[in-house]
């Protein structure tokens, strides 16, 4: 990776902790759920500071218990929401990881609904999960064996309309990040193995 990418590991369990002053890592109820995403919100701002810079937020959900949809909604799906408009508070980018089995049906489920895609990390293989298509999982996964694609040869690689399709709509929703110094896209995948 030729450019400098800030990882900021956010502990979801720690957070619920801290945040609901409970001894419990369950995340339940939408208040619940809305204190934790401005925990992890504030933690951006204070890690990140005036940092122009691209960051990756490596959402830690392996010490959560209970993950109810409510705030798996507020946690993952609004959280993901606030930073896809060009007035993001900050240019950082989310991968959801230790998501374990009793996660993944409300994240897929409340992704789905408000027609968002994330990377999950599951026992130490990396996914899209949420409103994805073959064609973007297709397209992810060959940038992801490519390493960094350059811009320039996108149109070559992907060449079948639906699969040019997907790959703006990776782009669209910071599911590959573009670096500057090599005029290039990565997976956030490729990028989180490594920041870890």
């Given at each position: 990776?030729?450019?400098?990418?800030?990882?900021?590991?956010?502990?979801?369990?720690?957070?619920v902790?801290?945040?609901?002053?409970?001894?419990?890592?369950?995340?339940?109820?939408?208040?619940?759920?809305?204190?934790?995403?401005?925990?992890?919100?504030?933690q951006?701002?204070?890690?990140?500071?005036?940092?122009?810079?691209?960051?990756?937020?490596?959402?830690?959900?392996?010490?959560?218990?209970?993950?109810?949809?409510?705030?798996?909604?507020?946690?993952?799906?609004?959280?993901?929401?606030?930073?896809?408009?060009?007035?993001?508070?900050?240019?950082?980018?989310?991968?959801?990881v230790?998501?374990?089995?009793?996660?993944r049906?409300?994240?897929?489920?409340?992704?789905?609904r408000?027609?968002?895609?994330?990377?999950?990390?599951?026992?130490?293989?990396?996914?899209?999960?949420?409103?994805?298509s073959?064609?973007?999982?297709?397209?992810w996964?060959?940038?992801?064996?490519?390493?960094?694609?350059?811009l320039?040869?996108?149109?070559?690689?992907?060449?079948?309309?639906?699969?040019?399709?997907?790959?703006?709509?990776?782009?669209?929703?910071?599911?590959?990040?573009?670096?500057?110094?090599?005029?290039?896209?990565?997976?956030?995948?490729?990028?989180?193995?490594?920041?870890?």
């Open positions: 990776m030729a450019e400098h990418i800030d990882p900021v590991p956010i502990d979801v369990s720690a957070l902790q801290r945040t609901v002053a409970t001894l419990y890592s369950h995340l339940v109820t939408r208040p619940t759920g809305r204190a934790v995403r401005l925990a992890i919100e504030s951006l701002a204070r890690r990140l500071g005036d940092a122009n810079g691209p960051a990756l937020s490596l959402v830690d959900l392996s010490e959560v218990g209970v993950l109810d949809f409510s705030c798996a909604d507020e946690v993952v799906a609004r959280l993901l929401a606030a930073y896809l408009p060009d007035s993001r508070p900050r240019e950082a980018f989310f991968v959801f230790g998501v374990g089995e009793l996660h049906e409300p994240i897929q489920t409340v992704l789905v408000h027609s968002l895609t994330a990377v999950a990390e599951q026992n130490g293989e990396y996914d899209l999960i949420g409103a994805t073959t064609p973007l999982h297709d397209v996964r060959s940038i992801e064996a490519a390493g960094t694609v350059p320039n040869e996108l149109d070559s690689m992907f060449h079948v309309p639906a699969d040019r399709r997907a790959v703006d709509e990776l782009i669209r929703q910071r599911l590959v990040l573009h670096l500057q110094a090599v005029d290039g896209v990565q997976t956030l995948s490729t990028v989180a193995r490594a920041l870890r």
